[in-house]
């Protein structure tokens, strides 16, 4: 016989990958700390944007692997009575700050830039500059060689920011699609309902809802009807031992039905459009 406690393998192994995660995010963290430290002090040395840029998306990450281990503390605690599930959807949420105060420090230094290019009457230590930051290295060899095309720096600004921006929009796709209860990425909701119902004794799958908690914890309910003879006990420890070991669920909610009590009009059975 099915019980939940027969899966506490997986949850052991989710607490295992939460530490593993805590302890690379505290060396992440350090990383950026020094990197972050240096590139300001030698961007206000050389009075470059650019490597202020960097500077500043270094501490964005900083900020971000910050949010993440507060995330992952949260999101370890248990569930309350207020909250069901626990603090799980604090990693998308911290994950959804992240992204906010990324496009926050993004905008403030495009505004920046803007302003460098109206009022180009600034100086750039271009030698300071080099050994501060190798992302700029291009511009700072043409500032080098060539002072007068100091407007490379605001420019390389722009290219980092539209770098930043294009690489969070992904990011931000998938964390709304986790917020709306979508079906989780790599799972399509014809496959999962073919799965249950190639299962003996099944007759039809309605009301079936698939949704993630996190980016990789999924949760599915559905009503099963099965046939007339069918041990209804047998067959929903059957299925739900089959989504467990197939799709590694975090949780599994199945009401068995029997056929003569289906209404073919209900509006709650019917499958969602494509």
Not at 14 to 21: C, I, P, Y
Not at 55 to 74: E, G, K, N, R, T
Not at 240 to 255: A, G, I, P, R
Request: hydrophobic fraction near 45%; charged fraction near 20%; proline fraction near 3%.
């Amino acid at each position: 016989m099915h019980h939940c406690h027969n899966y506490t393998k997986a949850d052991e192994n989710r607490k295992q990958e939460r530490r593993q995660a805590k302890r690379r995010l505290y060396v992440a963290s350090v990383i950026s700390f020094i990197f972050m430290i240096a590139e300001i002090i030698g961007g206000h040395i050389a009075g470059s944007l650019a490597v202020m840029t960097d500077a500043a998306h270094v501490l964005v990450d900083l900020m971000s692997f910050l949010i993440s281990i507060f995330s992952l503390w949260l999101s370890s605690k248990p569930p309350s009575k207020r909250l069901t599930y626990g603090w799980q959807r604090a990693e998308i949420l911290g994950a959804f700050l992240s992204v906010i105060f990324i496009w926050l420090v993004t905008a403030v230094l495009t505004y920046l830039s803007i302003l460098r290019l109206l009022h180009p009457d600034y100086k750039i230590e271009g030698t300071v500059m080099l050994i501060t930051s190798g992302c700029a290295v291009i511009a700072n060899i043409i500032k080098q060689f060539s002072p007068e095309l100091k407007i490379a720096d605001p420019i390389c600004t722009f290219v980092f920011s539209i770098f930043v921006l294009a690489t969070t929009l992904p990011i931000l796709r998938d964390l709304l699609h986790v917020l709306m209860e979508g079906m989780p990425r790599g799972l399509s909701y014809d496959e999962v309902k073919g799965r249950i119902l190639i299962m003996d004794k099944v007759e039809s799958v309605h009301s079936l809802h698939v949704w993630s908690l996190t980016m990789s914890q999924m949760v599915l309910s559905a009503h099963i009807v099965t046939v007339a003879n069918a041990d209804k006990q047998n067959t929903l420890n059957e299925i739900t031992e089959l989504l467990f070991d197939t799709y590694s669920f975090h949780t599994v909610t199945l009401q068995i039905e029997s056929k003569a009590d289906q209404k073919p009009d209900c509006i709650f059975c019917q499958d969602p459009r494509d």
